[in-house]
């Protein structure tokens, strides 16, 4: 079967690989979708952390089950999409219900290959049902699960303001179950285009662009000098990142979604005189993913919204670099498979 590899930073080649055979809890899948994510995008240049080449990429997919063992309540030919953090199921983060955070993780697309094939095989307990959902909201669940679990872990309240740094898909999910969680949501971006994309689709009442305008002066114009109670980077921007800091309200939390391979910084008495709360939000998990294709469902969240650009597997290749290009207006592009 074809498989597209990342060899080295920005080097990407179809090879021939052989197509996985069944194996006990394995379930296998004819992929039909493949979401590009900030993370393919930062494999494909070098600056992703816990990664090594040569590589397959790919973890936002939806695919069919062709042949399945362990697969209890699972169907041959279901549309389906799957969990891609594989846990050891017995580490300190297993064992107190964080999977997402594991020892032992393996990550499907960054520390072990992913799914930019025809066919992959995936462990059984990781299926996700796909109630009945497209294979393009499908790809879109994973990616919109990052942003949930990223409210969730700030335990977001009605009426509360969430600024979110940062409108690349990771960001617009975590606004789209902000503003689900009854927060007032403030986007912020360098990008006019999405933060207008931010204002007419989404329908986010307040954007502010951080090279344009002073921020801190914007943040307490919107929240009436009191300043946003949760602040959640999905840059993965070393400089917005610390920047960050300044924008939290006394008492406010700190939420970490995107990641970069350096050291941060920041005040520690501004920090400590807030008794402020600094978190990380890694990966989804299994209640995440099921509250995203719920959300779906009841039509809370469109994920075509998202998806601006489509390509055939066959010129993944070619096209893939095209999608880093801010001046293509890429919010989210999938490759497609027969």
């Known amino acids: ?32 979708r493949i979401g590009i994510c900030g ?44 969990i891609p953090y594989f846990n050891c199921g017995h580490c300190v983060a297993c064992k107190n219900g964080k999977p997402n955070c594991c020892v032992d993780i393996r990550v499907f697309g960054v520390h072990i290959d992913g799914g930019m094939a025809e066919y992959i095989s995936v462990p059984s307990y990781s299926l996700v049902h796909g109630e009945g959902l497209s294979y393009d909201e499908l790809a879109l669940v994973e990616p919109l699960a990052i942003g949930a679990h990223s409210i969730r872990r700030a335990e977001v309240r009605k009426d509360e303001f969430v600024l979110v740094i940062g409108a690349g898909p990771i960001g617009l999910g975590t606004m789209e179950f902000a503003r689900i969680a009854g927060a007032r949501v403030i986007a912020m971006d360098i990008n006019n285009g999405r933060l ?110 998202y998806i601006t650009h489509r390509v055939g597997f066959e010129d993944l290749k070619e096209e893939f670099a095209k999608f880093k290009d801010p001046a293509n207006g890429v919010i989210k592009a999938v490759a497609e498979l027969n």
Request: with cysteine.
């Open 196 to 305: 207008e994309f931010c204002k007419n689709r989404l329908k986010i009442s307040h954007t502010v662009n951080a090279l344009e305008e002073d921020v801190k002066k914007r943040l307490i114009e919107i929240t009436e000098g009191e300043m946003p109670t949760v602040v959640i980077d999905a840059t993965g921007s070393l400089k917005a990142i610390n920047n960050g800091f300044q924008y939290l309200a006394h008492g406010g939390k700190y939420v970490l979604v995107g990641l970069q391979k350096g050291e941060i910084s920041f005040s520690h008495p501004e920090f400590h005189k807030r008794e402020a709360t600094l978190m990380s939000s890694r990966n989804a998990t299994r209640e995440d993913f099921e509250h995203v294709i719920n959300s779906m469902k009841k039509k809370l969240v469109d994920p075509t919204n």
């Open 39 to 82: 993370t393919d995008l930062h494999a494909f240049d070098g600056t992703q952390p816990f990664f090594s080449y040569p590589r397959i990429l790919g973890h936002e997919l939806a695919g069919e089950i062709v042949a399945m063992d362990g697969a209890e309540g699972f169907a041959i030919n279901e549309k389906v999409t799957f």
């Open 1 to 32: 079967m074809k498989s597209l590899v990342c060899d080295t930073p920005r080097e990407l080649n179809y090879r021939e690989i052989n197509q996985p055979s069944l194996s006990p809890g394995q379930t296998i899948l004819k992929i039909k």
